[in-house]
């Protein structure tokens, strides 16, 4: 069974600040997707990373995928309040290449 | 706007009765899934559906029953509703999941 953490689970911070936040897993994985879902929303795809060591920008939005393929991050430079949401991802790997696990997500709030 | 639309957005039931939820895709993707999202517990996959006329059970199907008679379509029916199935349902679709999933905006489901 793989396990998947998301870190950290809160994060509230000013407008303005850099922030991280992490995806670990226990297995390796094919690819890997964010997705940002905002209050009373369904998630709506950010990016899907393919390649070890990959690294995709995205405006202000930077998101890395490991070396290993076990593990994910994405930076967010100078957050605005409209950054806020819950930060989800979801890796891919095994035979199972039309099902998605979603990790239980990092809650970003950003305050003006 | 082409994506995912489900009917409807609210409900409150009362323990024991049934209801269906509909989820409606205009995207011609193959696959559908219903996940539900509880705080703390992160977006569940209840049932999926690779293609039409198909259904498969995911990490939470008890107490729900699926059926996808037409492509675009995909109903999640309770039989009886028990509180414990008060959660945010969500359904989403793919072409395949490199591309990633396009979500509803969600129903909001009370059982008292």
């Known amino acids: 069974t793989q396990l998947l953490e998301q870190s950290p689970q809160f994060l509230s911070i000013q407008e303005g600040e850099n922030l991280t936040v992490y995806c670990n897993s226990s297995?390796?994985?094919?690819?890997l997707q964010w997705y940002r879902q905002e209050p009373g929303e369904g998630p709506v795809l950010l990016v899907t990373?393919?390649?070890?060591?990959e690294v995709k920008k995205l405006k202000r939005l930077t998101f890395q995928f490991g070396d290993a393929r076990k593990d994910s991050s994405l930076h967010i430079t100078a957050a605005q309040p409209g950054d806020t949401g819950l930060y989800l991802c979801?890796?891919?790997?095994?035979?199972?290449?039309?099902?998605?696990?979603f990790g239980k997500g990092t809650l970003l709030t950003v305050n003006p | 706007n082409a994506g995912v639309t489900q009917t409807p957005k609210f409900r409150v039931l009362k323990t024991g009765q049934s209801m269906t939820l509909l989820c409606a895709q205009d995207?011609?993707?193959?696959?559908m899934y219903w996940y539900r999202q509880d705080p703390g517990m992160g977006l569940r996959l209840i049932h999926y559906?690779?293609?039409?006329?198909?259904?498969a059970k995911g990490e939470v199907p008890d107490g729900y029953n699926v059926s996808r008679l037409k492509k675009q379509n995909f109903l999640l029916g309770l039989e009886s509703a028990a509180p414990s199935q008060t959660s945010v349902y969500f359904c989403?679709?793919?072409?395949?999941?490199?591309?990633?999933?396009?979500f509803g905006s969600g129903t909001r489901l009370t059982v008292v």
């Open positions: 989403a679709s793919s072409a395949t999941t490199v591309y990633g999933y396009t």
């Open positions: 297995s390796v994985f094919s690819s």
């Open positions: 990373v393919v390649t070890g060591g």
């Open positions: 979801a890796p891919q790997g095994g035979g199972s290449n039309y099902k998605l696990t």
């Open positions: 995207m011609n993707h193959e696959y």
């Open positions: 559906s690779v293609g039409e006329g198909t259904t």
